[in-house]
T-cell receptor, first 111, second 113 residues
Framework: GEDVEQSLFLSVREGDSSVINCTYT??????LYWYKQEPGAGLQLLTYIFSNMDMKQDQRLTVLLNKKDKHLSLRIADTQTGDSAIYFC???????????FGSGTKLNVKP | DGGITQSPKYLFRKEGQNVTLSCEQN?????MYWYRQDPGQGLRLIYYSQIVNDFQKGDIAEGYSVSREKKESFPLTVTSAQKNPTAFYLCASNTRGGNQPQHFGDGTRLSIL
């Protein structure tokens, strides 16, 4: 399958911004996704970006896409303790309806 | 409210036993997927189905089987041939085409007795 890579852990203080990074390999991706997983639960879709966009903002979430470097980031402004979870990056491969997920980044928010 | 329902939430399997995990969706989605999640790892695709009565193997299909007799339902059977079945199993669905985002159920945790 395709390689989607993320760092495993991130720790921030409440109120700071969090930036979670992801790299992917397939240049034919159409959409790139961010999901959140809380303990013992399924994945909740946070946001997604079409591969011809550079940036998407949705309230406290900002997604940046650098197609040249195949780099995707998720910025969470004013991080709260409720944001503590595992965040997965995923890419959707054009026309095959297949998805590849990274290993997830565990975000720990300290009060 | 529309969504994906997985049951049971917890399941225990004895050695040599087959068990079936249920996944039902009322989102009118054509495509459905089964993933396995192990601690500290990402999701690995077991099987997927783009349409009723058709399904394809994913990356780790050995020891698993599925059926897709109805659009709403995509049950997964973990057979006795799967030697390391302890994991968290996630079912997902989406609309076919255009890489529409997948929506997930709340998962089933399978453990060996």
């Amino acid at each position: 399958g395709e390689d989607v890579e993320q760092s495993l852990f991130l720790s921030v203080r409440e109120g700071d911004s969090s930036v979670i990074n992801c790299t992917y390999t397939d240049s034919s991706s159409t959409y790139l996704y961010w999901y959140k997983q809380e303990p013992g639960a399924g994945l909740q879709l946070l946001t997604y970006i079409f591969s011809n966009m550079d940036m998407k903002q949705d309230q406290r979430l900002t997604v940046l896409l650098n197609k040249k470097d195949k780099h995707l980031s998720l910025r969470i402004a004013d991080t709260q303790t409720g944001d503590s979870a595992i965040y997965f990056c995923a890419e959707g491969i054009y026309n095959f309806n297949k998805f590849y997920f990274g290993s997830g980044t565990k975000l720990n928010v300290k009060p | 409210d529309g969504g994906i329902t997985q049951s049971p939430k917890y399941l225990f399997r004895k050695e040599g036993q087959n068990v079936t995990l249920s996944c039902e969706q009322n989102l009118n989605h054509d495509a459905m997927y089964w993933y396995r999640q192990d601690p500290g790892q990402g999701l690995r695709l077991i099987y997927y189905s783009q349409i009723v009565n058709d399904f394809q193997k994913g990356d780790i299909a050995e020891g698993y089987s599925v059926s897709r007799e109805k659009k709403e339902s995509f049950p997964l059977t973990v057979t006795s041939a799967q030697k390391n079945p302890t994991a968290f199993y996630l079912c997902a669905s989406n609309t076919r085409g255009g890489n529409q985002p997948q929506h997930f159920g709340d998962g089933t945790r399978l453990s060996i007795l």
